[in-house]
Every structure is written in structure tokens, then in C-alpha cells.
């Protein structure tokens, strides 16, 4: 990680390296995967309301919602939501889950 020219190859191939062994592991098991896109707000969005933040700063360790004066470590707050995307996605038939990824909406039956 000191070459800087490597550091971005080598942390990326980390994480390639982790999540293709969870995609192992979870067929070897019968387990279900579920990734959620790599920009998914779960930081700066309230797991109360749904409403997003603008912009919040890493040192900002507390999310305050001002929209309902939700008050949650951030950590956590991003975790919360992150589990209703997960199940979001889960429950979701193919058709929404393939909008959710391009953010499209989805197209209705009949």
C-alpha cells in the first residue's frame, strides 16, 4: 500500500478477493448473496424517514435528521439501512430488483 500507483489495484483486488469467497461460500452452503450498489447513500440517508442528506462529513460520527429529528450513531444508522435494502431486494420480484440497480423505474405487468 505505500506504492501509490499500486494502492488502488491492490485494495480493489482485496475486496474482489473477499466478496468472490462470500460467493463461494454462500453456494457451497445454499446461502443468498445480496450486493448492494457501492454508491447507495446508506450513511447519509435517515433509516427513519428515507429522507437524504445533502452532504455529511466524516467527522460527523452522529446522524441528525432535520426532517424528523432522528438522532443515531452513524454507523449504525448506515447499517439499519443497509438491512432494509438488503431485504428490499430479497423480497423483490426480478423486475424491480433490475430497477433498483439502473435506478429505473419498474415496468408494470398486463
Same mark, same amino acid.
Given at each position: 500500500?505505500?506504492?501509490?500507483?499500486?494502492?488502488? /489495484? @491492490?485494495?480493489?483486488m482485496?475486496?474482489?478477493?473477499? +466478496?468472490?469467497?462470500?460467493?463461494?461460500? $454462500?453456494?457451497?452452503?445454499?446461502s443468498?448473496?445480496?450486493?448492494?450498489?457501492?454508491?447507495?447513500?446508506?450513511?447519509?440517508t435517515?433509516?427513519?424517514?428515507? /429522507? @437524504?442528506k445533502?452532504?455529511?462529513?466524516?467527522s460527523? +460520527?452522529?446522524?441528525n435528521c432535520?426532517? $424528523?429529528n432522528f438522532?443515531?450513531?452513524?454507523?449504525?444508522?448506515?447499517?439499519?439501512?443497509?438491512?432494509?435494502?438488503?431485504s428490499?431486494?430479497?423480497?423483490?420480484?426480478?423486475?424491480?430488483?433490475?430497477?433498483?440497480?439502473?435506478?429505473?423505474?419498474?415496468?408494470l405487468?398486463?
Amino acid at each position: 500500500m505505500a506504492n501509490h500507483k499500486l494502492a488502488a /489495484a @491492490v485494495a480493489d483486488m482485496g475486496f474482489y478477493e473477499f +466478496r468472490r469467497q462470500l460467493e463461494y461460500k $454462500c453456494e457451497l452452503y445454499g446461502s443468498e448473496l445480496i450486493i448492494i450498489d457501492r454508491w447507495f447513500p446508506s450513511s447519509k440517508t435517515c433509516s427513519r424517514c428515507g /429522507a @437524504v442528506k445533502e452532504s455529511l462529513l466524516l467527522s460527523e +460520527r452522529v446522524f441528525n435528521c432535520e426532517h $424528523c429529528n432522528f438522532s443515531c450513531e452513524r454507523d449504525l444508522n448506515a447499517a439499519l439501512n443497509l438491512v432494509m435494502a438488503g431485504s428490499l431486494l430479497r423480497n423483490a420480484s426480478a423486475n424491480v430488483r433490475d430497477s433498483l440497480w439502473t435506478g429505473q423505474a419498474p415496468t408494470l405487468p398486463g
